[in-house]
């Protein structure tokens, strides 16, 4: 079982390959939108699709995540929280500032 720090930090990492993965499909929709009128009516209408709104999602949860882990490890590269315990503390509101960040984004997208 690993501790609650190497979970985040894990997960801080995977989301930064999420990431990567994710920004050539928001690309290829943007360069779509940009080459013609009809090209910006298809992706407006692929953006009503629950699959491409889901992958949007995603890829934007990816990065909330990716961002609020990396203040985080930061603010530990500056001496804070190197602790077990503030280790700990820090993963648990890496966490919840996440897990709230992330259930934004889902509100204003869908």
Same mark, same amino acid.
């Given at each position: 079982?690993?501790? #609650?720090?190497?979970?985040?930090?894990?997960?801080?990492?995977?989301?930064?390959?999420?990431?990567?993965?994710?920004?050539? !499909?928001? !690309? =290829?929709?943007?360069?779509?939108?940009?080459?013609?009128?009809? /090209?910006?009516?298809?992706?407006?209408?692929?953006?009503?699709? *629950?699959?491409?709104?889901?992958?949007?999602?995603? *890829?934007?949860?990816?990065? #909330? =995540?990716?961002?609020?882990?990396g203040i985080k490890h930061l603010i530990?590269? #500056?001496? =804070?929280?190197?602790?077990?315990? /503030?280790?700990?503390?820090?993963?648990?509101?890496?966490?919840? #500032?996440?897990? *709230?960040?992330?259930?934004?984004?889902?509100?204003?997208?869908?």
């Open positions: 079982k690993y501790p #609650l720090p190497a979970i985040t930090s894990l997960l801080h990492r995977l989301s930064g390959i999420f990431i990567f993965v994710g920004v050539a !499909l928001m !690309l =290829y929709l943007l360069e779509l939108s940009l080459q013609s009128e009809s /090209g910006f009516a298809l992706v407006l209408a692929l953006l009503d699709d *629950v699959l491409v709104k889901f992958g949007a999602w995603a *890829v934007l949860s990816g990065l #909330l =995540y990716h961002l609020i882990a530990m590269d #500056l001496g =804070y929280g190197e602790t077990l315990k /503030g280790g700990f503390i820090g993963a648990c509101i890496t966490l919840a #500032l996440a897990a *709230v960040a992330i259930i934004t984004a889902g509100v204003w997208i869908w």
